[in-house]
């Protein structure tokens, strides 16, 4: 789970974190009000949306100007004219895609004084099973860039969980941004609070780009970017309340509601697979036969046919899908729950695209004797090649 950078930032100076004074905005009446809090005489407006890259952003919209997704405002009547181009507007980035975001919520912060930009993150190292921490000097751009143009400027350290955190990692950062005197303890101490916070609420990633060092000589974190482990959420009610559905797949949140593992993709093939990896075997299969499928959709090894229905439902109810594969190992799974599944969803919302059944396991004969005797147009394939193939063309008119 996502959530946008000012309930980032709350929580972050909830561990004592150092952030800039700011208010969120949720509709253009009240940034007046939000800039007259602040002491100014700079404010910096920042479109509050699930993707990064927003200040090299651009708006749909011409009548939200071409400024980018984070303006810089030298008074309150033009904080006020940004918010009322900006609220509203559909911003694309290099991470929205070029259907982009629309933009339901500011963030009007204080302006800082910088003198340096660098970059930290935290996050979970599948591989050592431990937290691990990134940082580097090059802050305020993409750190893919770095890593591909000058790798040698990322350090990455890990923290053994048996110690955690301990002083040697926050001069590790310090030492890795080249921080002297009271900048490098204020770098110490701020990974001991990064750290607490990344642990304590369950997060699963921490981005920080830039953290800067003010003329003031204060570090300050200027943006945060943070995502929880979805499985840790039922510990945490304050951070689920934080979830803003607005800025999620509708399709996604109503997989999420019958327990299904649902992604949207860009394709028009729908999946209805049992299990990761034949899902991720199936979308393969689609593209090497020329085409691309428009979920990855997981219904688990114990299904009930009302859990099928629904993730059929979801299927259909997108109009990018131009034909459905349902490909099925049974093994916990039985074939003739998927199929009395897929026969009630079809006889409640129709079929209007072409249908290609595989089915192989578990009560494979009465799945498909379920299937042939329900009337509906299915084509029934043999195996997964065979299924991919059938589904492509007839897609394409086959």
Known sequence: MNIHEYQAKALLHEFG??????????NPGEADAAAKQLPGPIWVVKSQIHAGGRGKGKFKEASAGDK????IAKSVAEVDEFAKQMLGATLVTVQTGPHGKQVNRLYIEDGSDIDKEFYLSI??????????????TEGGVNIEEVAHSTPEKIISFSVDPATGIMAHHGRTVAQALKLTGDLAKQAEKLTGQLYAAFVAKDMAMLEINPLVVTKQGQLRVLDAKVSFDSNALYRHPDVVALRDETEEDAKEIEASKFDLNYVTLDGNIGCMVNGAGLA???MDIIKLYGMAPANFLDVGGGATAEKVAAAFKIITADPAV???LVNIFGGIMKCDVIAEGV??????????VPLVVRLEGTNVELGKKIIRESGLNVVPADNLDDAAQKIVKAVKGG
């Open 68 to 71: 980018g997704g984070v303006r």
């Open 17 to 26: 974190v150092p952030i800039s004074r700011g208010v969120p905005v949720l």
């Open 123 to 136: 996050l979970v190292d599948r591989e050592t099973s431990e937290v691990s921490f990134v940082v580097s």
């Open 280 to 282: 991720m075997a199936t």
């Open 322 to 324: 131009e034909g459905i």
């Open 343 to 352: 026969v009630a969803a079809v006889k409640q919302v129709g079929l209007k």
